[in-house]
């Protein structure tokens, strides 16, 4: 089966992550896609995050009627810090029935030359970039098995809604209604 894993802080899980999630299930046939919640991601080592569980929650509440997306905590049982190329490396070991596509935004395919092990990703895996503010990809120079993923620029970042939420912003049209609950009964991030 055809599974994108789309791995992330989800720091929280938005209304921009589910558009392009759809989009990928709708346009590339894709059987599920895992929404891998990350539990300390080399690159934002140092910044705030709510605990993993807090965030794993929150997904999970965001996946309750998606059937065909799925809450991960899989990288939480993982050395850490997680690096990408060890969870896919992990997961074809634990999922040999499966094809994993990993799904990443066009910042992080912007730096994806400093990711660890990053030729051994573009040898294994198959990867779909999906376009970012400010974050202009050439399709022309895409190596064999990554695409950018048409679609409309989604101008959402889990940064600015954190951003509203401490300056007591509504943030309900930006992320689902059961995020918006959990982070209003909680108080994250105010």
Known sequence: MLTGIY???????????LQVARRLLNKEQMGE????VSPLNPFKQGKTLLSDEQR????????KDEPRMLASDYEFHLPKPSYTWQ????LAADYPDREFVLIIGADNWNSFDQWF????????????????????????LLPAGVT??????????????????????????????????????????R
């Open 7 to 17: 791995g992330g802080t989800f720091n929280p899980l938005h209304n921009g992550h």
């Open 33 to 36: 896609i895992w929404f891998v």
């Open 56 to 63: 794993l929650e929150m997904v999970r509440a965001a996946l």
């Open 87 to 90: 969870t896919m490396k992990a």
């Open 117 to 140: 092990a990053h030729e051994e990703i573009l040898s294994h895996h198959r990867i779909i970039v999906y376009p970012r503010r400010h974050c202009p990809v050439d399709t022309a």
């Open 148 to 189: 950018l993923l048409d679609m409309p620029l989604i101008d959402m970042s889990s940064t600015d809604i954190r951003q509203k939420l401490a300056d007591r912003l509504p943030v309900h049209e930006l992320v689902p209604d059961a995020v918006a609950t959990l982070i209003n009964r909680n108080g994250y991030y």
